[in-house]
């Protein structure tokens, strides 16, 4: 008889990590997969004080107790790159890029995550997770009494920049175009005394030597008048790209890519399952990334009894 995996899991960040955990306890034949390290953006975090019963500690040490965790348990794991899924009848077929390699399996969860979109200017990649962050609320309090820069003008911009206003001393925002956020949330920002909006700009680069020093960056006016604004810390809020690619033919993202999942975590196709960033959803946390994996295996794990 062909060697079929019950649940194979895409994707070693929190969510599919847990997932692993939840699967493999309830006595399904498990395989995790990710092309990286496992962590996802768990190892991009410098540190992670809102992980309940963890204390304060760096997001690459969580993600090595987590993956710990599950070889503990005897999860199967390995480094391949996902690029297609057929759905049978019962059975699926995940087809990695090494070497063509495919997997049978009567469920799957997916849970590759997002990344940060990037401006790609000079400066970003030496100060990125060292100086420049995508999650105020994973890294801001680092920041309490100090000058930091947003960039962005939308919901997550307007609203993290809120947030961090209550801590900073000043906080300043630079979009390249005005603030789109909601009107009421882009008063309450403009009406605080420590915040300064600069619309209309193009960033041009970070600053610094030994650490992140400023943002540079140009009006888009005519004028194209140079600006910089010193600052310890950059918070970058111009969108996420959801990690996608492989499912697109599935049917099963909405249009910016996430993947569309009910309250079970279950897809439109039986057998298919979301988990964590990938999925569409208000909060991505690392807590909210390990409650999707655990139901998520929960559901998959009933699905797959169902086929017996």
């Known amino acids: 008889m062909e060697n079929i995996y019950d649940i194979v899991i895409v994707g070693a960040g929190p969510a599919g990590m847990t997932a692993a955990i939840y699967a493999i306890r309830a006595n399904m034949r498990v395989l995790l997969l990710d092309r990286l390290s496992p962590g996802g953006q768990m190892i991009n975090t410098n540190e992670v004080e809102n992980y309940t019963g963890a204390g304060r500690l760096s997001g690459a040490d969580l993600a090595i107790k987590m993956f710990e965790h599950t070889q503990e348990l005897g999860v199967a794991f390995d480094y391949k790159t996902v690029v297609d899924i057929a759905v049978g009848d019962a059975v699926k077929t995940v087809t990695c890029e090494e070497d063509a390699t495919t997997y049978k399996t009567r469920a799957v969860i997916l849970a590759t995550g997002t990344v940060p979109r990037r401006l790609n200017v000079p400066g970003e990649a030496k100060w990125a997770a060292n100086g420049i962050s995508w999650c105020a609320i994973c890294d801001g309090a680092q920041y309490r009494g100090r000058d930091v820069v947003v960039i962005g003008g939308g919901n997550s911009a307007v609203e993290e920049a809120i947030y961090l206003a209550g801590i900073c001393t000043r906080v300043s925002i630079v979009t390249l175009f005005d603030l789109t956020a909601d009107p009421k949330a882009c008063d309450r920002l403009r009406s605080m005394p420590n915040v300064s909006v600069y619309p209309y700009q193009d960033v041009l680069e970070f600053t610094g030597e030994e650490r992140l020093a400023g943002v540079r960056f140009k009006s888009t ?27 697109a033919r599935l049917g099963i993202l909405d249009r910016s890519g996430c993947i569309e999942v009910d309250a079970r975590m279950r897809t439109r196709v039986p057998g298919i399952f979301g988990a964590g960033d990938i999925t569409v959803k208000h909060l991505r946390q690392i807590v909210t990334a390990c409650a999707d994996g655990a139901v998520a295996a929960n559901s998959a794990a009933s699905y797959v009894e169902s086929l017996r």
């Open 221 to 247: 006016r005519e004028d194209a008048t140079e600006c910089l604004v010193t600052c310890d810390g950059v918070f970058e809020y111009i969108g996420l790209q959801a990690c996608s690619e492989a499912f």
